[in-house]
């Protein structure tokens, strides 16, 4: 576990247990048994895990919206668990669920919240910032998923908070609006603040995320960067060459696999875009470009990738539904 510099969250064996699971013998059912982690300030730290695996627990603890059993938990230096107004209100927690009123339209909603704040983000420059003037004069309930995702995230930063709880925060959003959440994201990681998330989209943990942890049946299972953690290699891939991915956009029908030697898989998904996977090294790329050279062909895309995160986690995870 890394040694801690300027946390704005630190837990320590956390415990959780739930139940009992029926009337006759009491029995609890422990659904967080040791997780530990670290969040600073000035990073966002990723909690992924597969459905069940204690992530979401984890954090209604961090939040003190659950009693835990067992363990310790500092945010911002105190204990959730006992928290008064003063740490609340430096907190911003963005659920899942919105825990939005659907009967309130998203001005008067965002003024209220402003109102219980001593120095509230300017609302018409957070309203601008989001899109939600695009759709303030609709009550919650009619809103895209999207745009309840959107309101969201401004209700949890109406308050300038310290620390931001972020679940599932793309979760809804079209392109538009995922680039513009992500974009708010680095920002106000890049002003210092410390946020925590959880998702299941393990491309918006490789893109956003500084510091990754992965608890698999409530423990901690895996940590690092989220380079560190792309190094990670199955225990019978160890001493395999290191596969990569090439995937480009060209004429339909080109036989690339008479130009890659044995080993080296090609695949065309559709007319015209091709995956070549295997381990490519600069001679199989040279050789595929003097091919296109000598054909004439000028890709009209490329990306050249190694593992994904989403690799890794299933490696660590597996594959099995939970």
């Not at 080109?254 to 080296?264: F, R």
């Not at 994904?308 to 660590?316: A, G, N, P, R, Y």
């Amino acid at each position: 576990m890394r040694s801690p510099k300027s946390p704005v969250l630190s837990i320590n064996g956390l415990i959780k247990d739930v139940g009992p699971l029926s009337s006759l013998d009491g029995k609890m059912l422990r659904v967080v048994s040791g997780v530990s982690l670290i969040a600073e300030r000035g990073e966002v730290t990723a909690l992924l895990g597969a459905n069940g695996a204690g992530k979401t627990t984890t954090l209604e603890c961090a939040q003190g919206l659950q009693k835990r059993n067992g363990g310790s938990i500092s945010l911002l230096g105190e204990d959730p668990a006992e928290a008064g107004a003063g740490l609340r209100a430096r907190v911003g927690v963005m659920l899942q669920d919105g825990g939005l009123p659907p009967s309130a339209r998203p001005l008067p909603l965002l003024r209220h919240i402003a109102g219980l704040y001593a120095n509230p983000w300017p609302l018409e420059d957070l309203v601008g910032r989001l899109g939600i003037d695009t759709f303030s004069r609709t009550s919650v309930r009619r809103l895209s998923g999207g745009q309840k995702q959107r309101l969201a995230l401004a209700a949890a930063l109406i308050g300038r908070p310290e620390v931001l709880f972020l679940d599932e925060p793309s979760a809804g959003l079209d392109p538009q609006s995922r680039q513009l959440v992500f974009d708010l994201i680095t920002e106000l990681r890049d002003s210092g603040m410390g946020i925590i998330l959880t998702t299941h989209l393990m491309d918006d943990a490789q893109r956003l995320a500084d510091y990754v942890y992965i608890i698999d049946a409530g423990r901690n299972v895996a940590e690092g960067t989220v380079q560190e953690l792309l190094q990670h290699r199955p225990v019978e891939d160890q001493d395999a060459e290191h596969v990569r991915t090439l995937v480009f956009e060209a004429p339909a029908g080109l036989d690339v696999a008479a130009v890659l030697p044995a080993g080296v898989e090609v695949s065309e998904a559709r007319a015209g875009s091709y995956t070549v996977t295997g381990a490519l090294t600069p001679h199989h790329l040279a050789a595929l470009a003097q091919w296109w050279e000598a054909k004439g062909i000028m890709p009209a895309s490329m990306s050249l990738q190694a593992r994904s995160l989403e690799d890794v986690f299933l490696d660590i995870s597996g594959k099995d539904i939970r």
